[in-house]
């Protein structure tokens, strides 16, 4: 499987970092959306329904859902830390999949684990 590092280097890649402060919300659920994050930098809160589900930290990539036919963000991300995260929007998604295939099996991992912790939710 891909390591966060492999991970951190395809977002570190894109341009315009974000810096979120320990608890500003990056997205909220229901929300549209048109990006993937990837931490490069501390650790992210995913709620649903207002609860904690998910705790991931650098490395680890969320927000998947919108570049793959989710219309609405399906759950809340806030910064549980002072957080550094990258974004890319489907044109760069599929240009990281083209150049590191194992990315896109990194990506649907981490995307049908999250899908099955957040079904249990509701």
Do not use: C, W
């Not at 998910?54 to 809340?76: A, D, M, Q, S």
């Amino acid at each position: 499987m891909l390591s966060p590092v492999v991970t951190v280097s395809i977002f570190q890649k894109q341009p315009n970092p974000q810096a979120f402060s320990a608890g500003q919300v990056i997205f909220e659920e229901g929300q549209s959306g048109e990006h993937m994050y990837g931490i490069l930098e501390g650790t992210v809160d995913i709620l649903v329904n207002g609860k904690v589900v998910e705790t991931i930290e650098t490395g680890e990539v969320f927000g998947v859902g919108v570049l793959v036919g989710v219309k609405n963000r399906t759950y809340t991300a806030i910064a549980k830390v002072d957080s550094k995260l990258a974004f890319v929007d489907e044109k760069a998604f599929l240009f990281a999949v083209q150049e590191t295939p194992m990315f896109a099996l990194k990506v649907m991992k981490s995307y049908s684990e999250r899908l099955s912790r957040v079904q249990r939710m509701v």
